[in-house]
């Protein structure tokens, strides 16, 4: 009986969490082994940071934050106030571009911290972990006593962001840097140029950033190196050639392989297939002229170079290329078609000569895996799990993005699901050294500086997560529960992913009540993968994102905990066979109110938002969501009604609730209802 109300508790208390979990309290990601203690520190103790290891400025600055942070730091004015030491012990000065250690072992006792780290990288580290500590008790806040050792799976464990398609001021990368910081990312991928844009100032080739317009200037870029290296993450800049070029050729048209002259850089969002011209000396030039300049710029070891993208529809375009080509021998066996790969492989060989000089080893996408590659040039795999493989096979270095897609607006557990090495991976032991490990990607088509914290948070830390911790750290439901208090977190750190998009929902509301509208906007979701541009809408770089579909989550929350209280509802109606009917409706009670109570507010909600809807020109096109929101509700609320009265829904009812439930499933705006398919489940139930 006991443990049969135990298992009541539980299931009133957490619907959907049916498999026990470690106790990882807030920490992402789950660190390598914790042992809690039963004691606390004593609340409000400040602390008092001792150092032992070589004099670090960018040390003893995290350690001020942290402190900061916690609010744990000696009041400067009185000095003699009660305090705690902050033991703080390591052995060098880590630099994350050269892959330094990272592991450490905090301590939290009555009497005071203690930190161990091998370098200053791992002090970095224990001081993320130590600022999710913190937990509430009664009115107070305080540490509990633990003991932690922790190392990352991963060394590689990247964020790329696209500043080319949308630009993003220094001030948002600084706050994504904080926040990369405090789930352990440590290489931020700053997609510098594209199509769209190229946003670095050059001081060799100025009309690059001058056609562009915004940029950064190199005291901007250097601010944020500064900015990086103080929070150990290394910046890898990816320059992207010989496709994705059009802001290049705008500037220097002779780059171009093609003979559009591009006066611009490109308006659009449409795959362009240009590349440069491979056969022009003056191309070599000009990027040893960049390259010479940008290098010197960076000072990580690595040098993204893109590659990706081009399928070579203007070098077959171009008769003295074909010419080139033929000579060369880089026609396929037809003697008449361009070897595309081939030719693509002479100009990386002539770029990774460039690259040499300058002492920078090449990091490129999949594409440019291929015959000549050096085994030191680093393979990024997009298109699939095949590339990661085939590089490693190759004896290449190689991370992961596949999977990891941020703007593909996929669910967090779809990527944390993503493993570069599952148990049951190909390689050889040697091989799988070379999977340095991945990075979560965030292409900017459809996220602006204002928004793009919501796209990028909190699902970046559950990539975060899967790179540092083991493999086996695989439960999803306290993933999700982790990555709610990541997201509170986060906030705390100045991050807009909440933020934003409420600012945007009270612009779109004006003086009218907000809440209706955030209902809706709750339970949407943008179309997944690249389905927006193909909407009857179309984007171009200056179409404003400020519609509903913008405030709407990557990954509806609303949603997800909905689908949680069917989980619930049927596990207790799973259980009525072993315990009885009784149980069934005890357990269920109080989950069965809270969906009930969220139908009816779905349902009613229709009728509160319609005026809104229908005098915003913006918001009209919503609408058929919005009913569609109320409608579905209203055929949950019948479902569960019978499931109160412990009633089988007749087969008729059933089947005609499932066919208004498919007719209500159509995008609009460019979003979808997220909850359509939770209420589908809920219907189904028998
Ligand atoms: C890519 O997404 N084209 C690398």
Redesign the pocket.
């Known amino acids: 009986m006991r443990s049969f109300l135990l298992l009541l508790v539980f299931l009133l208390a957490r619907p959907g969490f049916s498999q026990p979990t470690a106790d990882t309290r807030n920490l992402l990601p789950v660190p390598t082994t914790v042992r809690w203690g039963t004691a606390t520190l004593k609340p409000k103790t400040a602390l008092r940071p001792q150092f032992q290891g070589p004099p670090d400025s960018l040390t003893a600055a995290a350690v001020t934050r942290t402190l900061a942070r916690l609010g744990l730091n000696v009041p400067a004015r009185n000095q003699s106030a009660a305090s705690l030491p902050l033991q703080i012990n390591f052995g060098k000065v880590g630099r994350a571009e050269l892959f330094d250690e990272e592991r450490y072992s905090l301590r939290v006792t009555p009497s005071g911290i203690t930190i161990d780290a091998p370098t200053s990288l791992g002090v970095l580290r224990a001081l993320a972990t130590l600022e999710q500590l913190p937990q509430a008790t009664g009115r107070n806040v305080v540490l509990p006593e633990v003991d932690i050792q922790d190392q990352p799976r991963f060394a590689w464990r990247g964020l790329l962001m696209d500043v080319a398609r949308h630009f993003m001021p220094v001030s948002v990368i600084k706050r994504n840097l904080d926040a990369m910081a405090a789930v352990k990312l440590n290489v931020l991928h700053w997609h510098l140029s594209d199509d769209q844009g190229f946003r670095v100032e050059s001081k060799t080739l100025p009309r690059l950033h001058e056609v562009s317009g915004q940029y950064y200037t190199q005291d901007e870029v250097r601010e944020v190196l500064r900015y990086a290296a103080a929070r150990g993450i290394r910046v890898l800049p990816e320059f992207d050639v010989p496709g994705h070029t059009i802001a290049w050729q705008a500037a220097y048209p002779i780059l171009a392989s093609g003979d559009t002259l591009y006066k611009t850089v490109y308006q659009s969002w449409r795959l362009a297939n240009v590349a440069f011209d491979p056969t022009k000396e003056t191309t070599y030039k000009l990027l040893d002229t960049l390259f010479g300049e940008m290098t010197a710029l960076f000072p990580d070891p690595y040098f993204h170079i893109g590659g990706?993208?081009n399928d070579g529809r203007q070098w077959r375009g171009n008769p003295r290329i074909m010419a080139f080509a033929k000579a060369k021998k880089m026609l396929k066996s037809d003697g008449k078609t361009l070897d595309k790969h081939a030719l693509q492989t002479y100009f990386n060989r002539r770029v990774l000569t460039i690259l040499t000089k300058y002492h920078k080893q090449m990091v490129g996408?999949d594409e440019i895996l291929g015959p000549g590659l050096p085994k030191n040039a680093v393979i990024q795999s997009?298109r699939g799990k095949k590339g990661l493989y085939d590089a490693a096979k190759a004896g290449n270095p190689t991370i992961l993005s596949n999977g990891y897609y941020l703007d593909l607006n996929l669910s967090a557990a779809n990527a944390y699901g993503t493993d570069p090495l599952p148990a049951d991976n190909p390689l050889t032991p040697a091989q799988q050294k070379l999977i340095l490990g991945g990075e979560a990607?965030m292409?900017s088509e459809f996220a602006d500086s204002v928004i793009v914290d919501s796209r990028i948070w909190p699902r970046a830390a559950a990539v975060a997560e899967r790179l540092w911790s083991a493999r086996d750290v695989n439960n999803t439901a306290d993933m999700y529960r982790r990555l709610a208090a990541v997201s509170r977190q986060l906030e705390g750190l100045g991050l807009q992913h909440r933020s934003a998009p409420e600012q945007l929902l009270r612009q779109l509301a004006g003086p009218t009540d907000v809440g209706p509208l955030r209902t809706l906007a709750q339970v949407l979701e943008p179309v997944k993968e690249y389905k927006r541009h193909f909407q009857g809408f179309t984007y171009t770089p200056s179409t404003p994102l400020n519609r509903l579909v913008d405030a709407a989550p990557a990954e509806s929350d609303v949603a997800r905990n909905f689908n949680c209280r069917v989980d619930s509802l049927q596990d207790a109606m799973k259980a009525t066979d072993a315990r009885g009917p009784v149980f069934a409706m005890l357990a269920s009670r109080r989950n069965a109110l809270a969906m009930r109570q969220q139908l009816q507010t779905w349902q009613a909600n229709n009728s509160r938002l319609i005026p809104l809807l229908a005098a915003s020109p913006t918001l009209t096109e919503y609408a058929p969501l919005s009913a569609a929101l109320s409608a579905a509700a209203a055929l949950g609320l019948e479902r569960l009604a019978l499931l109160e009265k412990q009633q089988q829904p007749d087969a008729e009812w059933q089947a005609s609730a499932l066919k208004q439930l498919n007719a209500l499933n159509k995008p609009a705006g460019q979003t979808e209802l997220a909850v359509l398919p939770v209420i589908r489940r809920l219907v189904e139930l028998r």
């Open positions: 990706d993208e996408w997009w990607a292409w």
